[in-house]
């Protein structure tokens, strides 16, 4: 699966919750590193990360814009609460092995009303 299509993929299981099938996506010792987060290593850590996520808010990710560029896709979202953002994802043999976000952290917590982090 081409970089592109994986990322498409990954927005359709996230748009579901679905923590088996993004989980299955990444390779056994994939990093995924939101920038507003310290990075999590390998496929049983970032399962258990996207299960805390939908546990704690409803998250939606419509795609502005997909980019791909050899082994690299380059997605553009928002949701439908205004946030905005990018992801970075690297793919090899259809596995993604290496994610990064950039989206508004404090703004997410906002929208949801989740606790604010401590100064």
């Given at each position: 699966?081409?970089?592109?299509?994986?990322?498409?993929?990954w927005v359709e299981a996230f748009n579901?919750?679905?923590?088996?099938?993004l989980a299955a996506m990444y390779a056994d010792d994939a990093v995924n590193h939101q920038v507003v987060q310290a990075p999590v290593v390998g496929r049983a850590a970032i399962a258990a990360m996207f299960?805390?996520?939908?546990?704690?808010?409803t998250m939606v990710c419509l795609v502005e814009q997909v980019f791909e560029d050899g082994e690299w896709a380059i997605l553009e979202w928002r949701d439908p609460l205004g946030l905005r953002g990018c992801g970075f994802f690297h793919v090899r043999d259809g596995l993604i092995v290496f994610q990064r976000g950039y989206w508004d952290r404090l703004g997410f917590l906002r929208m949801h009303g989740l606790p604010l982090p401590d100064a």
């Open positions: 699966m081409r970089p592109r299509e994986r990322v498409l993929a579901r919750a679905d923590v088996v099938a299960a805390d996520e939908f546990a704690s808010a």
